[in-house]
């Protein structure tokens, strides 16, 4: 079983209930022992395709090599910094996978981490350059009865869709952005 040591919990007063920390946790660490076991399992098939002669000790050893660097690069994401758009230690202008955490959870990849946050939660950025905002923005809109079948283009376009955009773009701004 995995275990971690530190949680980061931002010291924002809109910060998310006890339960609701909780349930980000266990996802997380849900998360990380199931990206784990897919990394194992590459391993094992190698073991295998050794036993076999398919593979020979040089691409074993490469093969277990990239389990290792892959399993440290999913720690780090997972037990980074949580960072908030106006806060410091400000985001990194650094390039690799991102998380958003909170009630909705979302994973990216970027080249730039401090200018991909800000196109998430900006007033003016489109469906396109909020996409998390985005889903989330449908789903609210599918469950207050409004139709949202179709492109990004055409539901984004629909008069009652702003509202619940912007309010998305809100929720995405107070989550934290590892």
């Given amino acids: 079983m995995l275990r971690y040591r530190r949680i980061t919990v931002s010291a924002d007063p809109a910060k998310p209930s006890k339960a609701e920390r909780q ?3 266990a996802l997380v660490i ?3 022992e199931a990206r784990l076991a897919d990394l194992l399992e590459q391993v094992q098939d190698g073991f295998g395709r050794y036993d076999a002669g ?3 000790a040089f691409e074993l ?3 277990i090599h990239h389990y290792k660097r892959a399993a440290r690069l999913l720690r780090t994401l997972l037990d980074g910094h949580a960072y908030r758009r106006g806060l410091r230690p400000a985001v990194p202008h650094i390039g690799g996978v991102y998380l958003f955490t909170g ?3 979302y994973a990216g990849r970027t080249r730039n981490a401090n200018r991909r946050l800000g196109q998430h939660i900006q007033k003016c950025s489109g469906e396109n350059s909020a996409p998390f905002a985005f889903n989330i923005t449908k789903a609210d809109a599918r469950d ?3 139709d949202v079948n179709g492109s990004r283009k055409h ?4 008069p009652d869709f702003d509202p619940y955009f912007e309010a998305a773009k809100q929720r995405v701004r107070t989550m934290d952005f590892r």
């Fill in 54 to 56: 398919e593979l020979d």
């Fill in 23 to 25: 349930a980000d946790v």
């Fill in 144 to 146: 207050a009865g409004l």
């Fill in 30 to 32: 849900s998360y990380h």
């Fill in 61 to 63: 050893d490469e093969l």
């Fill in 103 to 105: 009630v909705h959870r």
């Fill in 155 to 158: 539901v984004a376009a629909l």
